[in-house]
């Protein structure tokens, strides 16, 4: 699993933080302090459950298998 967040679109509303501090910091600003990470086996549910809390959308979950990613979220509009 791969989380990638487009920082430049984040409000600063600390909503994935509150989910999961540990996973997503925030700059001194209260911004989005990274802009993406591979969380372990024992991180992944607590990661998507931070992405899920982002009401901007803006963090994206993937999961790779056999080489082909699957977008776990947000879910994709058919
Ligand atoms: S929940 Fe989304 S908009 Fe809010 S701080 Fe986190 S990444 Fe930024």
């Not at 791969?2 to 509303?13: H, L």
């Not at 909503?15 to 001194?28: E, F, G, I, K, M």
């Not at 990470?37 to 809390?53: E, Y």
Request: a negative charge.
């Amino acid at each position: 699993m791969k989380v990638r967040i487009q920082k430049a679109q984040c409000v600063g509303n600390a909503r994935c933080q509150a989910v999961a501090p540990d996973l997503y910091p925030l700059d001194d600003e209260g911004y989005i302090d990274t802009d993406g990470f591979a969380p372990s086996a024992a991180q992944q549910k607590h990661a998507l459950n931070g992405a899920k809390a982002c009401p901007e959308r803006i963090i994206f979950v993937v999961e790779n298998e056999s080489g082909e990613e699957r977008q776990l979220w947000p879910p994709i509009r058919a």
